[in-house]
């Protein structure tokens, strides 16, 4: 594609900076597929795939809606003209940063490095399989070009854009808020365009909880209720609730685990963003390290503030029919019989949690990545929608697999209260209790429906999400 785009649309005079208009007239009358002018959006699709250089509609409205600078839903040659020579610019500023020695070639070596400043860790081989996607001559560098050519209709417009194919994307909620927040840059933050992706995630994480609401509810029966003298499976457990109250039982405490989204999700961000400038000097990138130590901070954080919810959600999924009348009714009984300390019972072993939890996640979300680009990227760093879902759902499986003593540990000291003649232990006592009665899988009850919920709920919550983003406005990258 390169090769063909530098013989016909690029000819060799748009090797040197002041380029000739008609390189920009040669290409714009081949998307001007009925020759009257200007190009619409259909036109710049079916030209760009004609050109085979198909980008995905995102990409391709993006380009055609910062073009169009008149709004009239057309391209003119002029508006054409002027967004390549900005591109180009922009372009030319990421090549720059890439060139570290200035020799006017970028090398495997200069890409390790680029990455490892934007807190992205590569081996020199991945390195060299991302040039290979780039290079058109062989030689294993590219020059700027090179550069240019693959990026000519590519939207994005630095090299922070470039890398951020692989963000791991708050819009995938999977149930537990343990992960680590999501990145944004400063034109997102400046643009208003980071509080919509947060609002598209937060409705995302709505839709999809409600959705995998009865998995949820049986899987705190199971923890709570599930030992090997009351061996409680799936179907029994689903049969049990119906009966005790109805097909709606089967969502008993979903409206607190969804109206806490909105707390949670901005104390997070706010307290993410300031470790990490605690964490980091003034203009330092943010490493793999200090995200990981910022965003287990931020998530400790943004728990402390709304962990009495998350007691009055396991309140209500484990009460029976009539105990509490809503939220606002778990809250007054629990204060008034309880006291105001009981709001915050499972509080350690739920902050224990954070730790393996976010640690494993972004651990083997990097491992899955770095699998990727040595065995598949041979053509371009873009994984794909379908490769990034697998990896966030496999990842945060993973992170969910090693806390989940912790949540369960958690999950009956929330609820112990509630259960007639059980003693009231604290975190190791219960840990003792259920290892010496259950053995270890009494430590993993309830782990099935858990694990059944993963799949819908990042598959719901990603439609959603996608959708929502295009509702509020939030421009593709």
């Given at each position: 594609?390169?090769?063909?785009?530098?013989?016909?649309?690029?000819?060799?005079?748009?090797?040197?900076?002041?380029?000739?208009?008609?390189?920009?007239?040669?290409?714009?009358?081949?998307?001007?597929?009925?020759?009257?002018?200007?190009?619409?959006?259909?036109?710049?699709?079916?030209?760009?795939?004609?050109?085979?250089?198909?980008?995905?509609?995102?990409?391709?409205?993006?380009?055609?809606?910062?073009?169009?600078?008149?709004?009239?839903?057309?391209?003119?040659?002029?508006?054409?003209?002027?967004?390549?020579?900005?591109?180009?610019?922009?372009?030319?500023?990421?090549?720059?940063?890439?060139?570290?020695?200035?020799?006017?070639?970028?090398?495997?070596?200069?890409?390790?490095?680029?990455?490892?400043?934007?807190?992205?860790?590569?081996?020199?081989?991945?390195?060299?399989?991302?040039?290979?996607?780039?290079?058109?001559?062989?030689?294993?560098?590219?020059?700027?070009?090179?550069?240019?050519?693959?990026?000519?209709?590519?939207?994005?417009?630095?090299?922070?854009?470039?890398?951020?194919?692989?963000?791991?994307?708050?819009?995938?909620?999977?149930?537990d808020s343990l992960t680590i927040p999501d990145e944004f840059t400063e034109d997102e933050k400046k643009s208003g365009q980071w509080w919509r992706q947060l609002l598209a995630g937060g409705v995302a994480g709505a839709v999809s909880r409600t959705s995998t609401a009865p998995l949820d509810r049986l899987k705190i029966m199971m923890q709570v209720h599930g030992s090997k003298s009351d061996k409680m499976n799936i179907f029994g457990g689903f049969r049990q609730m119906v009966k005790e109250g109805g097909v709606r039982s089967l969502w008993r405490g979903n409206g607190t685990n969804v109206i806490k989204i909105a707390p949670e999700t901005a104390v997070k961000f706010w307290a993410y963003e300031q470790y990490k400038k605690l964490l980091t000097e003034e203009g330092q990138k943010v490493g793999t390290f200090e995200r990981f130590i910022s965003g287990s901070m931020a998530g400790a954080t943004a728990q402390t503030f709304i962990y009495p919810m998350e007691v009055m959600k396991t309140r209500l999924a484990v009460g029976k029919t009539g105990q509490y009348s809503g939220i606002y009714d778990c809250a007054k009984k629990i204060l008034k019989h309880e006291g105001l300390g009981a709001f915050y019972k499972g509080y350690v072993p739920n902050l224990l949690g954070i730790i393996p939890y976010a640690g494993i996640d972004l651990a083997v979300y990097e491992l899955l990545k770095s699998y990727w680009l040595d065995n598949f990227a041979k053509d371009s760093v873009n994984p794909g929608v379908m490769v990034l879902l697998g990896c966030g759902a496999l990842s945060s499986t993973c992170g969910q697999l090693a806390s989940y003593p912790l949540a369960l540990v958690r999950t009956r000291m929330q609820a112990q209260a509630m259960l007639e003649g059980s003693p009231q232990l604290n975190m190791v006592g219960l840990f003792r209790r259920i290892i010496s009665k259950e053995g270890i899988p009494g430590l993993y009850r309830g782990i099935t429906p858990n694990f059944m919920k993963v799949l819908p709920a990042v598959g719901i919550s990603y439609v959603v999400y996608e959708n929502m983003k295009q509702t509020l406005g939030v421009t593709q990258k």
């Open positions: 594609m390169l090769r063909w785009l530098r013989g016909f649309v690029l000819p060799t005079a748009a090797c040197q900076d002041a380029e000739p208009p008609t390189r920009y007239e040669t290409l714009f009358q081949a998307l001007d597929r009925n020759g009257d002018g200007v190009v619409d959006i259909g036109e710049l699709q079916e030209g760009l795939k004609n050109l085979g250089i198909p980008l995905g509609q995102d990409a391709e409205e993006k380009i055609f809606t910062t073009g169009d600078v008149n709004k009239d839903g057309k391209l003119d040659f002029e508006e054409f003209m002027k967004y390549l020579k900005d591109h180009e610019k922009k372009m030319k500023l990421a090549f720059k940063s890439l060139d570290k020695n200035n020799d006017g070639k970028i090398e495997a070596s200069e890409i390790v490095q680029s990455l490892q400043t934007l807190g992205l860790t590569i081996s020199e081989k991945q390195a060299e399989l991302i040039l290979q996607s780039i290079d058109a001559d062989g030689t294993m560098t590219v020059d700027w070009n090179e550069w240019r050519d693959y990026f000519l209709f590519n939207p994005v417009t630095d090299i922070e854009e470039i890398i951020r194919f692989w963000k791991h994307s708050t819009g995938i909620d999977i149930g």
